[in-house]
């Protein structure tokens, strides 16, 4: 398969570049180890508002995933799903990639919107984990709140995601526990004083200073779950679903071995560009590193473009690009 820009990453910042590649009649085609385009949006936590998307006051992940779906419609961008960049090779003008899978993809210039690598939960070191996790009877994302409705719901973990949807379930759920090591939360100061206030009404019950100490049940099936405090007391908690909150395992995988320039897991780009240190090789969102950064989707979605502009010269040397308003030239047929 040829094209012009190899994009690797399909979540937000991924899909607004197959929009800016698109309006600069560059060919692009997706890449991304999930089997669903969105990134952690997609997968975490689709449900979640996010309330820093320019003209949002509010709007859900998985709603600013479908925007981007639709908006980047009229270039129909292939999408390779389910598998991973394996090898990269090659020069500014001719990349060759190869895949888990086997595909084999040139390119002229590739745009790298990984997140932060491959993410999984870090699991907690309980017994007998695996026959919960695969009925449902524990899980670390949550994508649809009604899933939980009538549920006895413990949630463990002192962060953002812990106290997020401890206060999105309270209404849902037949029980709440937030089981902590300790009484202050690593959370953002206004929702940690929701989540004090909501106890303090008794909408949650706070199971204070506690850890995650074993699971009781049948066939997968979760009954209770026990926890234990700092002196080795235990009790236990009437339990259907576990929701362990100990953040993601990030890694690279094999983009730590291209010979791009790394800083703390991170690729190193000119902010200008968002090009690496190899030419013809762009980094765009969280993996990106450079002096003022912001991780945020917006951010991302700048990047987007200027990596974009700076690739039309790669494909179309002797072309000169004349900037144009969208509003002027409106969407390539």
Known sequence: ?????????????????????????????????????????????????????????????????????KQIAPFATPRLLNRRVETLQGAAGDFTLTTSTGDILQAKAVIIAAG?????????????????????????????????????????????????????????????HVVHRRAKFRAAPETAAQLDAAAARGEINMVIPYQLHALHGAAGQLASVEVADLDSGTKHIEADILLPFFGLAMELGPIADWGLALERSHLTVTPATCETSTPGIFAIGDIASYPGKLKLILQGFSEAAMAAHSIHPIVFPDKALHFEYSTSKGVPG
């Open 1 to 69: 398969m040829k094209t012009d820009v190899a994009i690797i990453g399909a979540g937000p910042a991924g899909l607004f570049a197959v929009f800016e590649c698109g309006m600069l009649k560059l060919s692009s085609v997706l890449i991304d180890a999930l089997g669903e385009v969105g990134g952690q949006c997609a997968a975490l936590y689709p449900e979640k508002p996010i309330y820093d998307i320019p003209a949002h006051p509010a709007i859900e992940a998985a709603d600013l995933v479908a925007g981007l779906e």
């Open 116 to 176: 932060a690598g491959a993410f999984g939960p870090n699991r907690p070191p309980l017994d007998g984990l695996e026959a919960y996790e695969a009925t449902g009877a524990v899980q670390y994302y949550v994508k649809k709140r009604e899933d939980f409705r009538g549920k006895r719901v413990v949630i463990a973990g002192g962060g953002d995601s812990a106290v997020d949807w401890a206060l999105a379930l309270k209404d849902i759920a037949a029980s709440i």
